[in-house]
C-alpha cells in the first residue's frame, strides 16, 4: 500500500486546496500538515483527523494510514419452509392444504450439525396445545424431518396423523421391538400403548423446536 504520506500530498493537490487550508479544516495549526508530510511529525495522524480527512477527500481511511476494515464473511443460510399448518399437542389441528407462510434460514454448518437430512426434506410448524407440556409449550415452531417417517421409527418426538389431524407426541419403542406406546408428556392427557406400529401414521420426525421468551 501506498505510503500514507503520499496519499495525503496527492489528494491535497488534486483538490486544488493548500496545507495550511486542510490544517484548519482539521481545528489544527496552519502548519500542521506541512510538518506531518514533510518533517514527519506528527508520526501517524490520530484516528478522529484521519475520519475527517477520508471523509473530506472521499477515500476509504485505510490509505490515510488507518486500519483495514475487516469484511464480515458472507454466511450461507439454508432456507426451511414454513408450512400455515399447525401439529396439535392437545386435541388435533386439522391437517388441510399445507401452504408456506414464510422461510427461516438456518447456518448451513449448523444445521448439518443438526441432521444430514436434505433441505428439501425439511419444514417448520407450529405447536399448539399443551399435551406435550414441559417438553413442548403452545406456540412453539418445531423442525420436522418428513423424511424420517415409518421405516425409521425410533424412540422421539414425532408428528403424527391421527383421524385426519396432526398431532406432536412422543412415540417409544416397546421392549418386545413389535408395538409402539404414543405418550402425552403432560399426564394429564391420554397416552397409548401397545399400538402396532402400522396403526401410526407418521409424518415426520421433531428435530429442533425454538421458542418465544
Known amino acids: 500500500m501506498e505510503d500514507p504520506r503520499t496519499t495525503l500530498d496527492e489528494l491535497i493537490r488534486q483538490r486544488g486546496v493548500n496545507y495550511s487550508a486542510v490544517s484548519r479544516l482539521l481545528g489544527r495549526n ?3 500538515i506541512q510538518q506531518y508530510l514533510r518533517k514527519g511529525s506528527p508520526r501517524h495522524l490520530d484516528e478522529q483527523d484521519r475520519q475527517i480527512l477520508a471523509q473530506f477527500f472521499g477515500v476509504d481511511e485505510a490509505v490515510l494510514g488507518g ?7 458472507v454466511i450461507q443460510l439454508v432456507q426451511i419452509p414454513v408450512l400455515d399448518v399447525e401439529a396439535s399437542a392437545g386435541h388435533g389441528a386439522l391437517a388441510g392444504a ?3 407462510a414464510g422461510q427461516f434460514g438456518f447456518d448451513e454448518k449448523w444445521l448439518r450439525k443438526l441432521t444430514q437430512a436434505k433441505a ?5 410448524i407450529k405447536v399448539v396445545g399443551d399435551s406435550m ?4 409449550y403452545d406456540g412453539d415452531e418445531v423442525l420436522v424431518d418428513v423424511a424420517d417417517e415409518q421405516s425409521k421409527l425410533r424412540d422421539g418426538i414425532y408428528v403424527l396423523r ?4 396432526l398431532n406432536v407426541k412422543r412415540v417409544a419403542i416397546e421392549p418386545q421391538g413389535r408395538k409402539i ?3 402425552s408428556d403432560n399426564a394429564a392427557y391420554p397416552s397409548w400403548q401397545g399400538l402396532d406400529r402400522r396403526s401410526v401414521n407418521i409424518v415426520g420426525r421433531v428435530l429442533w423446536f425454538g421458542r418465544k421468551i
Not at 162 to 165: K, N, P, Q, S, T
Open 120 to 124: 428439501t426434506s425439511l419444514s417448520i
Open 133 to 136: 407440556e414441559p417438553t413442548l
Open 30 to 32: 496552519v502548519s500542521y
Open 162 to 165: 391421527m383421524d385426519g389431524a
Open 98 to 100: 399445507e401452504s408456506q
Open 67 to 73: 486500519p483495514v476494515a475487516r469484511h464480515t464473511p
Open 181 to 183: 406406546s404414543v405418550v
